[in-house]
Structure formats: structure tokens, C-alpha cells
């Protein structure tokens, strides 16, 4: 059983179709979040591994987890002793 000790929800709302915005959120190249940089290896499925690199940090390395397109995925990355998880859904209606 996984406890969640911390959660977090943020929503954005658009007149983007759910089509539309589910493939600007899985392209890497659209993730724009400075001073980090973001590097997805393969496309955005699950199992596919990526990087994200911050100015004198370490890489951080993160995984898809789960993909159920085109409302939602999971991605995971491992911290020390924790685990960070987004799961950002796509709303179809």
C-alpha cells in the first residue's frame, strides 16, 4: 500500500480540445520550464527514460510510467527516500 505524504493539484483551463492539448503536453520540445532543460529519450510512452538538468545540480532522472492516451500519464522520478510522482490529467469534456 502507498501512503502519500504530501499532494499537490494545479489546474489550467483553455478552449484548447483535449486532442490538442494532449499532444502539446507529450512533445518534449513544448516543456519550457527555465533554467531547466529537459531531454526525453524515445517518445512519450511508458518505460521511455528522461533527463532534466538544472545549472550546478546533478541530472535528474525520471521515467513515463504509465500512459493512457490521451488523458493521462504518470511520470516518476526516484528521490532519496521518496518517490516523485506527476500525473497530470487531460479532462475530455
Known sequence: MTTIAWEMTHAVETNASPAFAWN?????AN???PPAKF???GPFASGSRGTTRLPGQE???WFVREVNA???ATMEMQLEGATLS???PVNST
Not at 502539446?24 to 518534449?28: I, L, M, R, S
Open 86 to 88: 506527476f500525473e497530470p
Open 70 to 72: 490521451p488523458h493521462a
Open 39 to 41: 531531454e526525453l529519450d
Open 31 to 33: 516543456w519550457d520550464d
Open 24 to 28: 502539446y503536453w507529450t512533445n518534449a
Open 59 to 61: 541530472p535528474l532522472h
